[in-house]
Structures are given as C-alpha cells and as structure tokens.
C-alpha cells in the first residue's frame, strides 16, 4: 500500500478529499512544513450570494515559520464573521439545516494555533461525511519522499483545472456551476450523497 502525503487545510476544497479517499493509499498529514504564505491552509473558497467567496483566517506574525506553531489572530472576531458568511451563503441549500448545529461547532472555540484549529474542523468534516479511513501525521519533514507527495499541489493562486460533474448549488442559476469549492458546498448541497459524488469523482480520475 502506497502512501500520499497531504497538507492539512481550513475546509478542504472536494479535490482535496477526493485525492484523500484514493483506494490503497496510506495519508499521512504533514505536521512539519514551514508555512506557506497564500495557500489553502488558511483560506477556502464557499459559494457566495455574489459568487466564489474566499473566507481567510488571519494569523500573528511571530517569526515562527512551522505551520504547526504559526498562531491565528484574533484581532478581529473573524470566527462569527466567517460562520455568518457560511450561514447567508449556504442556508437556503438543501442540508444546511441538517448539519448546521455539528458544523458550528467549528467555530466555538478560539484555538492557538492553525494547525490545530484546521485539525478540529477536518475531523468534524470527516465524521459529517461518514468517511471511515484514518490519516496519521509525519513524524519529520522530508524535502524528498518515496511516498506520493502532495503538498504543493491544490493551488489558492489558480483556478483549479480539475473538471468534476455538475451538481446543485444554491446561487447555481446566477452564476453558474463553480469547481472545486471548500467540501462543505458539497455537503450543504447534497448530504448524505456526497461521500458516493466524492468515490464516483475519485474513479473518474
């Protein structure tokens, strides 16, 4: 069995997910990169009332250049704004009621650091998914790996040129279909259905 390494996300975008689920693939989380500035890692695009909307979590500039040790700001409450950006964007979607009280959990509390926090919320995206395989952490960086490496990939800077089917979305008529936003757009949109759109995208790869 093969292993991926992955960068660990704040609401990781469906591309993401879909690489997770990869068949005979061990994951393991890097937990030792430095902290690459204007990545995902603490950015994620949802789909607002306007359109694609990046929601960003600000972070202290200590010096510290470990992701694992790179602390959020708190300056401004951006955790109710982000959750009320997600709320006005996502309310009038099919399942956004039925998640809504797990998903908000996300957000009630204020968490050191950023690895810590995207670490909580990923694992509460897992268990709204029902995906049922485990990742594990690398115990060291390592510029070169024999493992699949992915920690590059998934680029905030691009438009993704991943092409998945088609599926509801809220704002879908106004604006049209947009790829590989944040997870939960998924899960806001098509519930329970989302973990088989993930595995038939995975297949289609």
């Known amino acids: 069995m093969k292993d991926q390494i992955l960068p660990l996300f704040y609401l990781p975008n469906i591309s993401w997910f879909i690489q997770y689920l990869e068949n005979n693939t061990e994951v393991i989380i890097e937990k030792f990169e430095n902290f690459p500035k204007q990545t995902f890692r603490n950015r994620t695009n949802i789909y607002g009332a306007n359109g694609k909307l990046t929601l960003v979590i600000p972070i202290n500039h200590?010096?510290?250049?470990?992701?694992?040790?790179?602390?959020?700001?708190?300056?401004?409450?951006?955790?109710?704004?982000?959750?009320?950006?997600?709320?006005?964007?996502?309310?009038?979607?099919?399942?956004?009621?039925?998640?809504?009280?797990?998903?908000?959990?996300?957000?009630?509390?204020?968490?050191?650091?950023?690895?810590?926090?995207?670490?909580?919320?990923?694992?509460?995206?897992?268990?709204?998914?029902?995906?049922?395989?485990?990742?594990?952490?690398?115990?060291?960086?390592?510029?070169?790996?024999?493992?699949?490496?992915?920690?590059?990939?998934?680029?905030?800077?691009?438009?993704?040129?991943?092409?998945?089917?088609?599926?509801?979305?809220?704002f879908g008529e106004k604006f049209g279909f947009i790829q590989d936003l944040s997870v939960c757009d998924l899960l806001f949109n098509l519930g329970p259905e989302s973990l088989i759109y993930l595995k038939k995208s995975y297949n289609k790869l």
């Open 62 to 170: 200590t010096g510290n250049r470990l992701y694992k040790n790179t602390e959020i700001s708190y300056a401004e409450n951006w955790q109710k704004q982000h959750w009320k950006s997600i709320k006005t964007a996502y309310q009038s979607s099919p399942y956004f009621e039925f998640y809504e009280d797990r998903f908000a959990k996300i957000y009630e509390k204020k968490e050191k650091f950023l690895f810590d926090f995207n670490l909580k919320a990923l694992e509460i995206l897992i268990q709204l998914l029902k995906i049922d395989k485990k990742f594990q952490f690398s115990e060291s960086y390592k510029t070169e790996s024999s493992a699949l490496d992915l920690r590059q990939s998934f680029s905030a800077k691009k438009e993704s040129t991943e092409t998945f089917e088609n599926y509801y979305q809220t």
